[in-house]
Every structure is written in C-alpha cells, then in structure tokens.
C-alpha cells in the first residue's frame, strides 16, 4: 500500500488518553493535520486549549460511545489515515466483558467504519499492547511478533469473573488484536488501506493528558508516580522494589512509533513490538537518587530501596523480555534511556506541583 504522505490528515481515537495526546502533539508537530475522537465535550476542552497554536489543523469530535455500531463512520470520512488508540485500560473490572467488548467491539467498529466510509484512508495504526504477546513464565523466555498470549484466554475461561484483573485486561488487548487481524485477512483484498499492530509493553513518561492530581495519571503513570516518587514507595519492600518490573517505552517514542508507522511501506501488514529494554523499580529509583539538585517533590521526598539491587545485579533476573528486531529494521526507531524518562518525568512532577 502506498505510505501516508503530507499534506494529510489523521484520526486519533481515545484523542484525549496519555499515549494519544502525545501521538496528537507528534503529528501536529510534524505538520499533519488531525482529527481526535473523544466521548464527550468536556473531555474536548484539554486537547482545544493544548492545541489551539494549531489553529484548523486540529479537530476534535464527539464520539460518546466507540462500541455502538457506526460509531466512527462520520469520524474516519476524509482521513487519510487512522491511529486507533482508544481501549480500556484499567485492573478494576469485576465482569471481563467490562474491558473485553469496549475493546473488541472499538476496534473493529473502527475498521468497519473505514471499510464503508473511508475512501481515503491509506493506513490503519492500531495500539496493542505486549499483554496480548507475552505470558507468565517461571523461566526466562524472549517474545516475538510471532507469539499469542492464550494463557490469559484459557485463565478466563476457567475462572470468568474469578479470573484476575490482570488476566482479564491481557484477554481484552489479545481479543481485540486477534479480531483486528482477522477483519482485515477477511476483507483487505477489497479495501485501500493496510493495518499495522503496535505492542508497547509498560509506558512510562512526562504527561500532558489532562491529569490535576496524580490520581488522574494512566495506570502504568500512577505506579511510576507511586512507586518512584514517594519516600516509602507506598509501602513496597526492598525486595519487591529490586525484583518487579519487565520491559519499558518512553510515551514520547511510542508516539513516533504511531507517526513512523504511517510513513513506512514496510510496516503494513505488520505487528511490531516497541520496547526500549529491561527494568526493575530500584532502576528508576537510583536514577532519581542521582538527580542533583533533587526534585521538590510534594511527596516529600525519594525512596530509597536497596541501591545496585536493580536490572545490573548479579542475582538479578529478567524472566521476559522482546526480541524488538522488526521494530529495528522497519521503524528505527531510536528510544529515550532509562534515564531520560526518570528525570523528565520527575521534572515533569515537579512542575505540576505533585
């Protein structure tokens, strides 16, 4: 399929989520022009004022429920191309259905709506997540494009409501991946456009979603915050500080993934899985702690946990990581380090007063 070339416009779905905004912002920047989807007006009113140096080149319309049939067929007439960022993510759901139909039926209601009435879409981006590659494994293992989570499928069948959150939220992210793919398999050979699959794993990062308090950031944000920036790291033991964590991707780099994907050939038709490496808390923890001067935090302070005890440890493991080589060849994409990110985001704290 050709690639996305300016002068064009973009829908954003989920325009006013933390990964969105930033794909917004990237795409402005680099002069396209965009059109976001949010599920009220008062969710507009953010993205309007963050934007408004933007003049006509950015748009944002109502769209107060992404799983009613035809949600987006006003949406996605006279785009170019579509960012499908809008899904569910929270661990709070009792009945899996709560994450699993927003997310199945958003995403293809999306896809039939540019199959009706998206003459000139070229590209379809969709947000993933690693939650629909990886599993839970008791010994190192590196993931690819070519693994599925089942794991979390056949959980849900033998638990239901019963299931963990975690295992229903990963179910919702690889049921509506794998009904992605098979709409387009079905009907590709008859539309203009192709699909391309992101799968970031947990996204940290500076936020400019609208979020007053910390209770207001993403959920991946909130146990950044809550774990890195707070002197007792609400709670955690050293243990648990030096032995959580998996893989990572700055929400700036996320957002030139989306952009990246609409400009290369190679990327249709692909799945890719973006990932900037391994991280355990105490890795952020001892970056912070380096940050001269400190951070003036409201929480009063940084943690401290076991320093060393992180990802360069000898004892040290990493039961999962990616194999990001696609994500190498196709995006090349270069990432923030460790680093970067905790400063940025602490930095970004700081200016908001938290």
Not at 102 to 108: E, I, K, Q, S
Not at 192 to 199: E, K
Not at 286 to 303: E, F, M, Q, R
Not at 317 to 329: E, I, N
């Amino acid at each position: 399929m050709p690639t996305v070339q300016l002068p064009c416009k973009v829908l954003v779905s989920g325009a006013n989520g933390y990964i969105a905004v930033w794909v917004v912002r990237t795409l402005l920047e680099k002069g396209y022009s965009v059109r976001g989807t949010v599920r009220s007006e008062e969710k507009a009113v953010h993205l309007r004022q963050l934007f408004s140096s933007y003049g006509d080149k950015h748009e944002v319309v109502v769209v107060e429920d992404i799983t009613k049939e035809g949600a987006f067929d006003e949406a996605v007439k006279g785009v170019d191309a579509i960012e499908h960022t809008a899904s569910p993510f929270h661990m709070n759901a009792d009945d899996p259905d709560e994450l699993i139909i927003p997310a199945v039926n958003g995403t293809v209601g999306m896809l039939k709506s540019a199959l009706k009435y998206g003459q000139s879409v070229k590209r379809i981006v969709i947000t993933s997540s690693g939650a629909a590659v990886l599993r839970d494994t008791t010994t190192p293992f590196t993931f690819s494009e070519l693994n599925w989570n089942e794991q979390c499928l056949e959980i849900l069948r033998e638990k239901g409501r019963e299931a963990p959150n975690m295992m229903k939220y990963r179910a919702s992210k690889t049921l509506a991946e794998k009904a992605a793919w098979e709409f387009w398999n079905k009907h590709k050979a008859s539309v203009g456009w192709d699909l391309t699959v992101l799968n970031p794993p947990y996204v940290f990062g500076p936020a400019i979603n609208e979020a007053t308090t910390p209770s207001g950031l993403s959920t991946s944000s909130k146990l950044f915050y809550n774990y890195v920036a707070h002197p007792n790291s609400s709670g955690a033991t050293n243990e648990f500080l030096a032995s959580f964590g998996t893989t990572w991707i700055d929400v700036r780099d996320l957002a030139e993934a989306h952009v990246i994907s609409l400009e290369k050939e190679a990327a249709g038709g692909e799945r890719i899985i973006v990932s900037a490496g391994l991280w355990k808390w105490q890795d952020f923890i001892d970056v912070a702690n380096t940050i001269s001067p400190p951070p003036k935090l409201a929480t009063g302070g940084l943690p401290k946990g076991n320093p060393g005890a992180g990802t360069g440890h000898p004892s040290t493991v990493h039961f999962l990581q990616y194999d990001t080589t696609k994500a190498a060849r196709i995006l090349g994409l270069k990432y923030r380090t460790l680093a970067e990110m905790t400063k940025d985001t602490l930095a970004d704290y700081e200016a908001k007063g938290w």
